[in-house]
C-alpha cells in the first residue's frame, strides 16, 4: 500500500524522504476528530511502523486556525460514530493515534491551537515543534468532563507536578512559550517555518541507525509488542473515572451551557 492509497479526504499522508507526514485536513472543523480521521491516522501510523524506509512520522494539521480542536461534537450530535466498533482499530485511542505506540519517532508539528484533545495528541507525540501561536491546555473540567485521551495522566507525567495540576484543574491554556519553558515543546518557531523545523528535526534523528533509533525508543517507554505496560493502570483508571463523570447531571450542564453561551450551573452530581 502507498501513501496515496493510505490517505482520505480528512487525512493526508505524504513522503518526504525516510519521512512520513500525517496531516489532520479538516481546517473547516478546526481539524476536529471524527471517525475518518481515526481511521487515517491509524492506518497510516500501521504502515510506518512496518515500512523500513519510514524512520519518523510527522503529525500536523492543516490551516492556520488549529492543530486538532478534539473531538468533531458536531458529528456526534448528528448522530455519526466517532470511534470504531474493530477493537482492534478503537484499541488505538482518540484520533487513532493516543493510545497507538510505535516504533518509529512521532513530532507534532503544531500549527495553532491544540486545547482539550489536541494536546493530548502532543502530549503522546515524542517530540513537538509548535508555532509561536498555538496555546495548549486541557480545559475538560470547564466543561463538566475529563481529559479522557491521555491528557490527565500524562500532563502529570511531562510537567512539573504542581504546574501539571494547575493546567489539569483550572483547565486554562498555556502559550507556547510558556509550554517550551516547561518541557512540552521542544522548539517554538514562526509558523511560516514550522514544517521546515519540524522536517529539519526529523532528519536529524532519520542519519541514525534505524533499528538503534527504534529500539531506543522502546527501552525508553517501556514498549512491547505496540503497547506501553506502565500505562495500562492509567487506562483503566481513566476509564472508570470516565464512566462516573459522564452519568453525572454536570457532565450533561457542561455542553449545554457552552452551547447556550452561559455560565454553567454545577451540582457536583
Not at 505524504?14 to 481546517?27: A, C, F, Q, S
Not at 502530549?123 to 475538560?140: H, I, K, M, Q, S
Not at 536529524?204 to 514498549?223: C, E, Y
Request: with cysteine; net charge negative; charged share 25%.
Amino acid at each position: 500500500m502507498n501513501d496515496t492509497e493510505l490517505g482520505n479526504d480528512v487525512v493526508l499522508v505524504e513522503r518526504h524522504g525516510h519521512v512520513m507526514i500525517i496531516t489532520l485536513n479538516r481546517p473547516e472543523a478546526r481539524n476536529a476528530v471524527n471517525l475518518q480521521t481515526h481511521l487515517g491516522v491509524g492506518y497510516a501510523l500501521e504502515a510506518a511502523d512496518k515500512d523500513p524506509e519510514v524512520r519518523v512520522v510527522i503529525i500536523t494539521g492543516a490551516g492556520e486556525q488549529s492543530f486538532c480542536a478534539g473531538a468533531d461534537l458536531k458529528a456526534l450530535s448528528r448522530g455519526e460514530p466517532l470511534m470504531p466498533e474493530d477493537p482492534e482499530q478503537l484499541a488505538w485511542g482518540f484520533a487513532g493515534f493516543v493510545s497507538h505506540p510505535i516504533s518509529k519517532p512521532v513530532i507534532a508539528a503544531v500549527n495553532g491551537t491544540a486545547l482539550g484533545g489536541g494536546t493530548e495528541i502532543a502530549l503522546a507525540a515524542d517530540l513537538v515543534v509548535t508555532a509561536e501561536e498555538a496555546r495548549f491546555g486541557l480545559p475538560e473540567v470547564k466543561r463538566g468532563i475529563v481529559a479522557g485521551a491521555g491528557g490527565a495522566f500524562r500532563i502529570a507525567q511531562q510537567l512539573p507536578k504542581k504546574v501539571a495540576m494547575e493546567v489539569l484543574l483550572t483547565g486554562d491554556p498555556i502559550d507556547a512559550r510558556r509550554a517550551q519553558e516547561l518541557g512540552l515543546v521542544n522548539q517554538v518557531v514562526p509558523r511560516a517555518g514550522l514544517m521546515a523545523a519540524a522536517l529539519a528535526l526529523a532528519e536529524r534523528i532519520a542519519v541514525n541507525a534505524p533499528l538503534s533509533v527504534q529500539a531506543s525508543k522502546r527501552m525508553a517507554l517501556g514498549m512491547e509488542d505496540g503497547r506501553i505496560a506502565a500505562d495500562d493502570f492509567f487506562w483503566a483508571r481513566t476509564q472508570a473515572e470516565i464512566a462516573v463523570v459522564m452519568r453525572s447531571e454536570d457532565a450533561r450542564e457542561g455542553p449545554r451551557a457552552f452551547a447556550e453561551k452561559r455560565a454553567p450551573v454545577w451540582q457536583a452530581r
